[in-house]
């Protein structure tokens, strides 16, 4: 882990990469041998399908929660037929399974809720305005406050219009469109159909 760290911390050589950088552990099991090496990759956005969770938890209605997302972007993922994993202890290609796990978090975390294809999905999401991420996490214990989300107007990708509703100091939320700013005040409700949502951890 120390080495790991040591990788880790020399990649900030930025405040970007200090403040929205963090370190993800990808775990492959070899089905035959139970062999589970493990690869270590920076990020800076973490990649919530909408459409995925909305089939897997089977869902009745067109709304999804956030921690719903997440726990369906980290079950295991599995490898067979075509698409097997080559193993180093067995030597040859086989069965197998990965799992994904954030190992040092960000300061700032940044979901991204993709709707596929020209944001064609549309389904109503939830998020709390604090964020528990200790199920998310090898490492560290992550509590997180919602700072700023980014909605997209429109029918499709391709056209529309992009706001932003951010966390002032002042602890009111306010919407800015292009030179438009709006004060919610402390009412702006915790759901919609958001495009980016921004986490701060508790501590910042």
């Not at 973490?46 to 009745?60: D, G, P, R």
């Not at 709304?63 to 993922?77: A, R, Y």
């Not at 409700?189 to 495009?195: A, C, D, L, S, T």
Request: proline residues 3%.
């Amino acid at each position: 882990m120390e080495n790991i760290v040591k990788v880790f911390n020399s990649q900030y050589n930025s405040i970007i990469a200090d403040l929205f950088y963090g370190l993800k552990k990808t775990t492959y099991k070899c089905l035959t041998c139970n062999d589970c090496p493990a690869d270590y990759q920076l990020f800076n956005i973490i990649n919530l399908s909408i459409e995925q969770t909305f089939v897997e938890k089977k869902k009745k209605e067109y709304k999804v929660d956030i921690l719903e997302c997440l726990e369906v972007e980290q079950k295991p993922k599995y490898f067979n037929g075509d698409n097997q994993l080559f193993c180093d202890k067995c030597n040859k290609m086989v069965d197998g399974e990965s799992v994904n796990r954030i190992y040092i978090a960000p300061k700032i975390m940044i979901l991204f809720l993709d709707r596929g294809f020209n944001n064609s999905f549309r389904c109503e999401v939830t998020f709390p305005e604090k964020l528990d991420m200790k199920q998310f996490e090898e490492v560290d214990d992550g509590e997180y406050h919602l700072i700023g989300v980014i909605e997209h107007l429109g029918p499709s990708s391709n056209s529309g219009h992009f706001i932003a509703i951010c966390k002032h100091f002042d602890d009111n939320w306010y919407l800015f469109s292009d030179d438009t700013i709006v004060n919610l005040h402390k009412k702006y409700k915790k759901e919609g159909e958001p495009y980016l949502l921004f986490y701060e951890t508790m501590g910042s």
